[in-house]
C-alpha cells in the first residue's frame, strides 16, 4: 500500500492507492501503523486519491484509529462521492471528522468544531 507521509502536527498521510478493499486491508492497516508518528496529536488521512472502500477496508481505518495512542485524533479528509457516501450510510461521520478537503483539514485546528458531512451538519 502506498502511503505518503508529511508533517508532524499535523501528521499528514496521503493514501496513494484507488481502492482500501479486502485485498489491500491488512496490508493499508499494517502500513499506516508503521507511519503513525507516536508524537503527532493529530494525523489526517488524505482519501483524495481513493474512489472505493469496502467494509474490510473500512474494517481497517476503523482498527487504525482503536490502535492510536490515547490523546491522538484520526482526521479524513478528501473523501470521494463514493467513499463518503460509505461513510454515511454505516454512520461512520459520527466516529471520524470529515473533511471535504486537505486544504479544509490542514486550516482546521485541533479546537475547533468538527465539521460534518450529511444530516448533522449545521443547517440540515
Given at each position: 500500500m502506498k502511503l505518503t507521509c508529511r508533517g508532524t502536527e499535523p501528521q499528514v498521510i496521503t493514501v496513494g492507492a484507488p481502492r482500501i478493499d479486502a485485498a489491500a486491508a491488512i496490508q493499508f492497516k499494517d502500513a499506516m501503523r508503521a507511519a503513525l508518528l507516536p508524537e503527532a496529536r493529530r494525523v489526517i488521512l488524505d482519501l483524495s486519491a481513493v474512489e472505493f472502500i469496502d467494509s474490510s477496508g473500512l474494517g481497517?481505518?476503523?482498527?487504525?484509529?482503536?490502535?492510536?495512542?490515547?490523546?491522538?485524533?484520526?482526521?479524513?479528509?478528501?473523501?470521494?462521492?463514493?467513499?463518503?457516501?460509505?461513510?454515511?450510510?454505516?454512520?461512520?461521520?459520527?466516529?471520524?471528522?470529515?473533511?471535504?478537503?486537505?486544504?479544509?483539514?490542514?486550516?482546521s485546528a485541533l479546537s475547533e468544531p468538527a465539521l460534518r458531512f450529511g444530516s448533522d451538519a449545521p443547517g440540515h
Amino acid at each position: 500500500m502506498k502511503l505518503t507521509c508529511r508533517g508532524t502536527e499535523p501528521q499528514v498521510i496521503t493514501v496513494g492507492a484507488p481502492r482500501i478493499d479486502a485485498a489491500a486491508a491488512i496490508q493499508f492497516k499494517d502500513a499506516m501503523r508503521a507511519a503513525l508518528l507516536p508524537e503527532a496529536r493529530r494525523v489526517i488521512l488524505d482519501l483524495s486519491a481513493v474512489e472505493f472502500i469496502d467494509s474490510s477496508g473500512l474494517g481497517a481505518i476503523v482498527a487504525v484509529k482503536k490502535s492510536m495512542a490515547p490523546g491522538q485524533q484520526l482526521d479524513l479528509a478528501g473523501l470521494t462521492p463514493m467513499v463518503d457516501k460509505l461513510f454515511r450510510l454505516t454512520r461512520m461521520e459520527t466516529i471520524f471528522v470529515l473533511f471535504p478537503t486537505l486544504a479544509a483539514a490542514e486550516a482546521s485546528a485541533l479546537s475547533e468544531p468538527a465539521l460534518r458531512f450529511g444530516s448533522d451538519a449545521p443547517g440540515h
